[in-house]
Structures are given as structure tokens and as C-alpha cells.
T-cell receptor
């Protein structure tokens, strides 16, 4: 069965600093990978996705993520964080087998200091 | 992008009450999903539907039930609410054949006293 690990429960960065959120997955085949963001009291918004091809994918709000098969990782990055980026971030892997469902990590809470 | 609506956004209710959480989407997506999310935790799939009159249980066991009589509507019902049902419930839909890309509603935060 697939699984997703987000090792960092909480990350704090200063506004304007760079950001990297870690995500490791376990899945037998080529994964479909996603990053979602959840603001307080809101649902999840899709930031970006990887299905195949270029391993560096660009998303909305200036985010990007890099797929590294050798490390089973799909880390999310942003060169300069804005205060409005404070939220919870979820990595997810989609199983294209019989289950066909999204499996989410436990999330990383991002705090942005002024 | 899908427009997905969930009502109510917040609900506080006493033990033993029957409740229905509403979820509607306006984009004609066949696939719809219900997730349960406890504070600070990951989402767990509790129900899904691949179309009208199709419903399946997800990985996380849930005492709730769902129905799909219309494409745009996917309500979730708890016949007798208990404090253990206190959680956030998120509805999602997908336009893709496999359901990989999902769009989420704002969620319903349920508190059972």
C-alpha cells in the first residue's frame, strides 16, 4: 500500500526567506504526486502535481516541487516566502491501482514571521 | 476548477441527533469523495462515488452513510451522532477518469457534545 511521510510537523521561517517542505512517499509504481495547501477553516487547494516528464514542476503562488525517484521524494520549495503563505501543507500520492485513491501525509504547518 | 459547496460550515449538535452534511458541485464531475480530518492530522477517505447510484466505503471505517441520487449532490448522514464523530469533514470531486486530481470544498467542522 502507498504511504506518504512529511517529516516536519511544524516549520517557521521569516518573511522573504526560502522554504523547503519535505515529502517522502512509498509506492510501487510511478507515482502521481500532489501538494495541497489548507488555510485555517478552509478546504484544500491544489498547488501543483507531478504525473510524468520534467521532474521539476511549477505550481501556483510561486511554488515548485522536484520529483526525485532515487530518494522517493517530492519536496516543495519557494524562493521567497510571503506572510500569506502561512498555512498547512499536505503532500499526497495517488494510487492508480484497484484502490484509485489519494493518500495524504500528516501535513506540515508553516508559520511565517514578519 | 470545480465549485464545491458544503453546508453547514460549522455544526454543534447533541449526542443522538441525526445529521446530514451537504455537498454539492456545479461542474458535473462524476467522481465525488468524503474525507475525515482530525486537527493536525492527515485526511482519511471514508466514502466515494463514481457516479449516480454508486457509493463505496473508503479505507477509514465510518458509521456515516452516503447517497448519490444526483450527479451534483453527495450528502453524508450520521443517524445518531456521538462525540467520537467530532471532526472536520471534507468533500471533493474529480473531473478525471481515474479521480487523481481532486478539488475540495471548504469543509464542515462538526462538534458533537
Amino acid at each position: 500500500a502507498q504511504s506518504v511521510t512529511q517529516p516536519d510537523i511544524h516549520i517557521t521561517v521569516s518573511e522573504g526567506a526560502s522554504l523547503e517542505l519535505r515529502c517522502n512517499y512509498s509506492y510501487g509504481a510511478t507515482p502521481y504526486l500532489f501538494w495541497y495547501v489548507q488555510s485555517p477553516g478552509q478546504g484544500l487547494q491544489l498547488l501543483l502535481k507531478y504525473f510524468s516528464g520534467d521532474t521539476l514542476v511549477q505550481g501556483i503562488k510561486g511554488f515548485e516541487a522536484e520529483f526525485k525517484r532515487s530518494q522517493s521524494s517530492f519536496n516543495l520549495r519557494k524562493p521567497s516566502v510571503h506572510w500569506s503563505d502561512a498555512a498547512e501543507y499536505f503532500c499526497a500520492v495517488f494510487s492508480s491501482g484497484s484502490a484509485r485513491q489519494l493518500t495524504f501525509g500528516s501535513g506540515t504547518q508553516l508559520t511565517v514571521l514578519p | 476548477e470545480a465549485d464545491i459547496y458544503q453546508t453547514p460550515r460549522y455544526l454543534v449538535i447533541g449526542t443522538g441527533k441525526k445529521i446530514t452534511l451537504e455537498c454539492s458541485q456545479t461542474m458535473g464531475h462524476d467522481k465525488m469523495y468524503w474525507y475525515q480530518q482530525d486537527p493536525g492530522m492527515e485526511l482519511h477517505l471514508i466514502h466515494y462515488s463514481y457516479g449516480v447510484n454508486s457509493t463505496e466505503k473508503g479505507d477509514l471505517s465510518s458509521e456515516s452513510t452516503v447517497s448519490r441520487i444526483r450527479t451534483e449532490h453527495f450528502p453524508l448522514t450520521l443517524e445518531s451522532a456521538r462525540p467520537s464523530h467530532t471532526s472536520q469533514y471534507l468533500c471533493a470531486s474529480s473531473p478525471t477518469p481515474t479521480g487523481d486530481e481532486q478539488f475540495f470544498g471548504p469543509g464542515t467542522r462538526l462538534t458533537v457534545l
